[in-house]
Antibody
Framework: EVQLVESGGGSVQPGGSLRLSCTAS????????VNWVRQAPGTGLVWVSR????????GYADSVRGRFTISRDNAKNTVYLLMNSLGAEDTAVYYC???????????WGQGTTVTVSS | QSVLTQPPSVSAAPGQKVTISCSGS????????VSWYQQIPGTAPKLLIY???KRLSGIPDRFSGSKSGTSATLGITGLQTGDEADYYC???????????FGGGTKLTVL
């Protein structure tokens, strides 16, 4: 079965860090761009970051650039999102999603919850 | 404030048809591929339409997508109570070099 599974979410104090993982099964993650999308409680989807198949190209939303770093380990079939200097505005469910056709995100993980609070 | 503009809500009776609009600009919808997602609260989004009008395998033909200029539309015919969900349009924005989504439209099947 083709699927993505996120992990690494949790509660953290403002200014803290977390590293999210997105592990693929049923397909080779290195053949696809992978995106992170977040959704704050009661609000809509917001694109966060993406990385290409070999990790040579990345992109970030303005709201996270300089604080978040996306990376991948194709040997582990996993994409990561390192989040530093977290603030309350980063509280959300974080989804990873496979891009199979020009921002057609066809496989999504179940989401992992990040809560930033003192 | 989302880059792509969707109506907050739409409603229709079972069996009827509804359309959801998504308005953008030349830097996003006008020159990139639009996708549509269905999200039932508490679950992950599900891709319905990609490349403006192509249905993902397994998506009923009750769902359709179209694009004209800087706007896109999702159509759903033969509405069912199971279609009640939030619907989002999405695309790439070449000026922002970022993915963008609409604010979402809540569909109520009365």
């Amino acid at each position: 079965e083709v699927q993505l599974v996120e992990s690494g979410g949790g509660s953290v104090q403002p200014g803290g860090s977390l590293r999210l993982s997105c592990t693929a099964s049923g397909f080779t993650v290195g053949s696809y761009w992978v995106n992170w999308v977040r959704q704050a409680p009661g609000t809509g989807l917001v694109w966060v970051s993406r990385i290409n198949g070999d990790g040579s190209s990345t992109g970030y939303a303005d709201s996270v650039r300089g604080r978040f770093t996306i990376s991948r380990d194709n040997a582990k079939n996993t994409v990561y999102l390192l989040m530093n200097s977290l603030g309350a505005e980063d509280t959300a469910v974080y989804y990873c999603a496979r891009d199979f056709y020009y921002f057609g995100l066809d496989v999504w993980g179940q989401g992992t919850t990040v809560t930033v609070s003192s | 404030q989302s880059v792509l503009t969707q109506p907050p809500s739409v409603s229709a009776a079972p069996g009827q048809k509804v359309t959801i609009s998504c308005s953008g600009s030349s830097s996003n919808i006008g020159n990139n591929h639009v996708s549509w997602y269905q999200q039932i609260p508490g679950t992950a989004p599900k891709l319905l339409i990609y490349d403006n009008s192509k249905r993902l395998s397994g998506i009923p033909d009750r769902f359709s997508g179209s694009k004209s200029g800087t706007s896109a539309t999702l159509g759903i015919t033969g509405l069912q109570t199971g279609d009640e969900a939030d619907y989002y349009c999405g695309t790439w924005d070449s000026s922002l070099s970022a993915g963008v989504f609409g604010g979402g439209t809540k569909l109520t099947v009365l």
